[in-house]
């Protein structure tokens, strides 16, 4: 691994409180809606790439978490 790389397992759990978060407001609430999210995360592992690539590769992944859940609901 590399210097200030974070292994799959608190990236996964980070993503995964987030969600929880998310049901749990929704459980409670009270609102007549209902909040949904999708999450796309790049943790930077050292200066072989820029911010805005970095920031790129999340958006990419946040829009295939998108379409993922989207093609589930359908």
Request: hydrophobic share 25%; no cysteine.
């Given at each position: ?47 072989d ?7 790129k ?18």
């Amino acid at each position: 691994r590399s210097p200030g790389q974070i292994s799959p397992g608190p990236r996964r759990d980070l993503t995964r409180a987030i969600e929880v978060g998310t049901e749990d407001y929704n459980k409670s609430s009270g609102e007549p809606f209902q909040l949904g999210l999708s999450v796309g995360q790049a943790f930077i592992q050292g200066p072989d790439r820029s911010f805005e690539e970095y920031l790129k590769l999340a958006d990419e992944r946040m829009y295939r978490e998108k379409f993922r859940k989207a093609a589930k609901n359908e």
